[in-house]
């Protein structure tokens, strides 16, 4: 798979570079594909794919730090494996659960950028989210209130409380990269 890769990068070092980042991460993001796929060949597929991708434009990813290169392709095979499943049959309300909106979304941020942003500016940010969205995010977090109790709770279906959940996760998450971007 990786020689299919690095056959199309220009030279020795990018090449290099790149079969070190292959060999150190290939193995995580294929757990986060098949977490996602919930099939081994699927999930595998997916990885390969992601890193064609970026093989084909080796100066955009090469050009990135270690930690934004694995959040690069992150969000590229999590964006592949959604594509697969929106190529297998369309998604509906039943399918979309806490887990396929955001499988490792906290970890990544956990591990990396996380330790860049005091506590205090995320709770400000929080704040300024759409009451909506807030609310289903503390009762989640704060309160460690199951998604259905969340649902009962406001008055609102399960599949609103995921909604709300994955905007308010993806708006953090937008908040936590601009920031730990402005503190490199």
């Known amino acids: 798979m990786i020689s299919a890769a690095l056959a199309v990068l220009e030279n020795e070092e990018q090449r290099n570079e790149f079969a070190k980042f292959y060999e150190r ?3 995580r993001f294929f757990n986060i594909a098949l977490k996602i796929l919930n099939n081994p060949e699927n999930a595998e597929d997916a990885v390969q794919e992601a890193f064609l991708r970026i093989a084909d434009n080796p100066e955009v990813f090469l050009s990135l730090s270690d930690l934004k290169r694995v959040h690069y392709m992150y969000v590229t095979v999590k964006n592949i494996c959604l594509n697969f499943l929106k190529k297998r049959k369309p998604l509906n309300d039943e399918e979309l659960t806490e887990d396929k909106i955001s499988q490792y979304d906290e ?3 956990e591990n990396s950028l996380l330790a860049l942003i005091s506590r205090d500016e995320i709770i400000d940010f929080i704040t300024t989210l759409p009451e909506a969205q807030r609310s289903v995010l503390i009762l989640s977090y704060s ?7 969340i649902a009962k709770t ?3 279906s399960l599949s609103a409380v995921y909604k709300r959940l994955y905007k308010a996760r993806k708006a953090v998450k937008k908040f936590i990269l601009e920031r730990s971007n402005d503190n490199v």
């Open 25 to 27: 991460y290939k193995a």
């Open 154 to 156: 406001l008055g609102i």
């Open 107 to 109: 970890d990544i941020i």
């Open 143 to 149: 309160s460690e209130m199951p998604a259905n109790e």
